[in-house]
């Protein structure tokens, strides 16, 4: 039997699950509650270890049937959205296809002088767990600057012919290696094994899906102000899930 331990009227008891907390004081109207609920507490946990309140939707891939088509133009546009382009007008870009927005300020970008804000773009009426398809980062006198795309529910970015959003990591890596040596670009891959064709101006990343793992992408552009998507991109990015 396992010892656990329960606060109780600002005491702590610990006891075997099979026995009566030693040492309560109290009505029998109020052991008898305690008991009640210590016990519910008990049942509550085994039912989750037994995964039967577990929400698997948590982890649900959108079919490539079921996501919106964007095209992806490096340093120009993606889907309905342009680099450059303000808050406002990505609103209204983004609303015209049936996305809403929310909007934070993120503080002062990396050099401390400029304002940086993010724009969560969420398909209206969805049930999708409520999340966001995309995220926009936004710089003071720059514009729009980076588009990172959901890998679970994001729409399906294509560049060249390839799929980029919401795919196998190594299946990517082998299209992504194909297309390089098919036209002599040539290709690089980072400490993770990730194969990139610096031409596509992206940078990718994965998130659990289930058992597996997919690739979300990020997609930006330096605009004269930084020297890499590392010094563009907030750290969050980094960290997307």
């Known amino acids: 039997m396992c010892r656990v331990g329960v606060l109780w009227e ?4 610990a006891r075997r699950t099979d026995r009566v907390p030693l040492g309560i ?15 519910a507490g008990f049942a509550w946990r085994r039912r989750m ?6 929400n698997t939707d948590l982890w649900v891939v959108l079919a490539d049937s079921e996501r919106r088509r964007w095209e992806y133009f490096p340093r120009q546009s993606i889907g309905p959205l342009r680099f450059g382009m303000e808050r406002q007008e990505a609103i209204t870009a983004m609303g ?4 809403t927005a929310t909007q934070e300020d993120l503080g002062l970008w990396c050099d401390g002088k400029r304002a940086q804000w993010r724009l969560e773009f969420r398909r209206a009426a969805s049930h999708y767990l409520d999340r966001a398809v995309a995220k926009c980062y936004f710089v003071e006198g720059v514009g729009l600057s980076c588009v990172l795309v959901d890998g679970l529910c994001g729409p399906q970015v294509t560049h060249e012919g390839i799929r980029l959003v919401g795919r196998v990591p190594s299946e990517l890596n082998q299209e992504m290696e194909a297309y390089a040596l098919e036209t002599g670009e040539g290709f690089r891959i980072n400490g993770e094994g990730d194969v990139y064709c610096d031409s ?3 940078e990718r990343g994965t998130q659990r899906a289930g ?5 979300w992408a990020l997609f930006y552009d330096l605009r004269g102000i930084a020297g890499t998507s590392w010094d563009m991109a907030p750290t ?4 997307h899930s």
């Open 49 to 54: 270890d037994d995964h039967q309140f577990m």
């Open 211 to 215: 058992d597996s793992v997919v690739t």
């Open 236 to 239: 969050e990015v980094w960290h």
């Open 10 to 13: 600002g005491r702590y008891f």
């Open 200 to 202: 596509f101006v992206m």
């Open 96 to 99: 015209e296809h049936g996305f």
């Open 25 to 39: 004081k109290g009505s029998p109207r109020k052991l008898r509650r305690f008991l009640r609920n210590f016990r």
